[in-house]
């Protein structure tokens, strides 16, 4: 029932930005936290960015500075500005939300993904 799509993923050129975004539906719940993740062939899947309610966001040390997670809790959305890409950011970007679903269990839910390739 509840779901998470994002978009905006892309090619972009090294050095270049794109701005991801994530929309939670799918009901009544309340929200700890949303974040990205990101996985690159071959590798295991990674925390990018974090922002948990009420506190403040977390970063990978390897996008400190370049990227910025922001919430809009009245929309139930996330985004994600990535500036000055490189290549080893080339991966499928996860949106990921813990939350409670009024009358279940707390878990964490997960978008489809999207793809962000950085290349000349």
């Known amino acids: 029932q509840v779901q998470l799509v994002e978009s905006g993923g892309g090619l972009v050129q090294p050095g270049g930005s794109l701005r991801l975004s994530c929309a939670v539906s799918g009901g009544i719940f309340s929200i700890y936290a949303m974040g990205w993740y990101r996985q690159a062939p071959g590798k295991e899947r990674e925390l990018v960015a974090t922002?948990?309610?009420?506190?403040?966001?977390n970063y990978a040390d390897s996008v400190k500075g370049r990227f910025t997670i922001s919430r809009d809790n009245a929309k139930n959305t996330v985004d994600l500005q990535m500036n000055s890409l490189k290549p080893e950011d080339t991966a499928v970007y996860y949106c990921n939300a813990d939350l409670m679903p009024t009358g279940w269990t707390r878990r964490d839910y997960w978008g489809q993904g999207t793809q962000v390739t950085v290349s000349s």
């Open positions: 922002k948990p309610s009420g506190g403040s966001a």
